[in-house]
């Protein structure tokens, strides 16, 4: 191929432009087959050198060099010689024969056998072995060594120790953008599969306009993505699965409002209150309640309501309940009512359920009433702060328990004035407690240095039998699984932490919901027997000290008579002063005003009947 065909064939231009190549060619030349051609070499450039920019070069003078002085070591790996192993079976089908004799031949062997019993060691060696074979009879007659005999091991003879670890760690999504928000409720879907997580801080002025109110739900085999998010109309306090329906959520918020979820339909609320006819401050409890729709819940919260929903008609709260013994309206004021601070309900029981009030009482409470005095049963003084946790046994549930200031207590029904079991006082604050679902004798308590305790009243009474430290910073709240196998744990710091418990603390035994029983009707026996004794004392010493005044030893025996007249007429009278004591100011007014104007009826109408009137009267 000469010049001119080149020139033909292939236009290059070369162009600088953002060191781009722009390389054409003629459209009859495309698609033609390449012919090549030898062609003699020729110079296309050369660069010379140039003395002058020689003198610009400065030689490097000395020249360092690293050299490794080490030994040179090398690695080798010899592997020994493999012994070849053979499998191989025999049969044995008869044996102890000696070679020259046949087996299958009946007149060799029994010509064998004649000759050996004829021998003198025989008869010897048959009796050596008999006492051993007869003791292998013995003992094949007396254990079957084919049968299992210990089938059915009871659980209560297992001593291994409670323990529990961490499997998994469920941190804030917020926490990366550096907003810290502590745990506020923790609910498990009744399937077991997912936990919903809320977060609220409840510290005074704690929330900021920047604080996000997101509260998210999460598969308890992921902690690293949440499942769904939750996006309430203010941060939510308390959050609550329906227990026939795992995908409707309820909870209440910090300023007052309920809403309610469908995990189905996304994150947004399906129902939400308007805040003019919700609470006015949090709601601290969320709970479902059992019914043929299963579209009911209540909710407890600090301005001493207690209101119940309707999630087909969730615009307004179907009914509602003043946390006031003395209100006999329920649509009465709540200025003195006591705000609820946790709520207890147990399906099993549909009409009645329990509040936890701030100033440490519990009300037991009965839904089908007609008035408010009527609906509030009986009053328990728990603790001397709020109530922070109150449960039912699942197993037993006339008893309860409450976790509030620095102790834990077992409660009966039957018994108001003191708990029938407690622990002992702690250092650190409690936060929360709950029973576990598969064994009535154990219970959990949450404290304020992050340390998980698991009591088990059965083993002992005056320490918990396992102490966990779960965190650094205070614990919040605590859910237990269904199965008791597996306890969350909310944080101060945002983190939820998902323990397992081992075996001991999650597996009933065979008689221990019988050894509970028997322990809660001895000690509420034994409560019984101390609450009659010390009103008996006190009977006694009120009426010692009005004996005091009727009269003393020198009155005879009238005299006598006539001081235990007077002292039960005093009795009486101080009744009467301790009732009136506890009666409302104002109806005591009232009454007292027209007993006076009853007295100046009295007065004139005796000053109008004259002076023959009054003779007759002293004459009477």
Sequence with gaps: MDSDDYDDDDDMIEKELEIKLDITKKSRRINRPV????????????VRSDPE????YIPRNPVSRVIQCAAVSSENEVNTIRADFISQGMNHAEGGWPKDINPAENDQTMRFRKKIEKDENYVNTALGLCGIMESCIKQNNAIEIYEDYFNEVDEATDCEEPKAKTVNLYRDPEALDGHIRPVSAIAWNPDGEQIAIAYCNLEFLAITP??????????????????????????LVSCEFNPKD???LAGGCYNGQVC??????????????????????????TMWISSKTASEFFTASTDGTVLWWDIRNFKNPVERLVLDPKIKDDDGSTEKAQGASCLEYEPTIPTKFMVGTEQGNVFACNRKAKSTSERI????????GPVLALQRNPCFPKNFLTVGDWCARI????????????????????????WSPTRPSVFFTARHDGVLDAWDILYQQKAPILSTKVADEALNCIAVHEQGCLVAVGCNNGNTSLLELSDSLSISHKNEKSSVTAMFERETRREKILEARNKELRLKEKTKGILGLGGGPSAGAGGKKAGLVGAFDLLKKKNNEDEEAKE????????????????EQELRIAAKKGPMGRSSELDD
């Design 35 to 46: 012919q090549f051609a030898d062609q003699h070499g020729h110079i296309m450039e050369e």
């Design 53 to 56: 920019m020689q003198s610009q």
């Design 210 to 235: 920047e604080t996000p109110s997101t509260s998210y739900i999460f598969n308890i085999e992921d902690p690293t993505k949440p499942l769904l998010e939750l996006h309430p109309p203010y941060h």
């Design 246 to 248: 795992g995908h409707l």
């Design 260 to 285: 309610w979820w469908d995990d189905r339909k996304g994150g947004k609320p399906e129902g939400e209150i308007n805040l003019s006819v919700s609470h006015i401050e949090p709601v601290y409890k």
């Design 377 to 384: 049963v009986g009053m328990y003084r728990a603790h001397y």
């Design 411 to 434: 409660w009966s029904e039957d018994i108001k004035e003191s708990a029938i079991m407690w622990t002992s006082s702690y250092t650190e604050n409690l936060t929360d407690g709950c």
């Design 584 to 599: 409302d100011p104002i109806q005591k007014a009232e009454r007292q005003f027209f007993e006076i104007i009853k007295k």
